[in-house]
């Protein structure tokens, strides 16, 4: 069963920044490069949201539109790592961030932007 592990969370304030990684593993070989990666988030007594999308090739990338222009996912597959990039960060960018490849998802990990 394919594992996901984010890390890179924590507290900031707003107008700061922090880069998120998912490390996937038990993925079959050549699997990882050709599958989709998703970033999500879910705030306190929320649904959980969509955030940013990168194809196999990391060349055609889609954002929620409150995060556009603020964060940026890449991948880097010879690692089987995914990125998320988020900079001027606001409140409520405040959520558990999770990675998931379509199938799997991992256990999150919380970005706290507050001052």
């Known amino acids: 069963q394919v594992q996901l592990v984010e890390s890179g969370g924590g507290l900031v304030q707003p107008g700061g920044s922090l880069r998120l990684s998912c490390a996937a593993s038990?993925?079959?070989?050549?699997?990882?490069?050709?599958?989709?990666m998703r970033w999500y988030r879910q705030a306190p007594g929320k649904e959980r949201e969509f955030v940013a999308s990168i194809n196999s090739l990391g060349d055609n990338t889609i954002y929620a539109n409150s995060v556009k222009g603020r964060f940026t996912i890449s991948r880097r597959n010879d690692m089987n790592t995914v990125f998320l990039q988020m900079n001027n960060l606001k409140p409520e960018d405040t959520a558990v961030y999770s990675c998931?490849?379509?199938?799997?998802w991992g256990q999150g990990t919380q970005v706290t932007v507050s001052s």
């Open positions: 998931n490849n379509g199938v799997s």
């Open positions: 038990r993925f079959t070989f050549g699997s990882f490069s050709s599958s989709t």
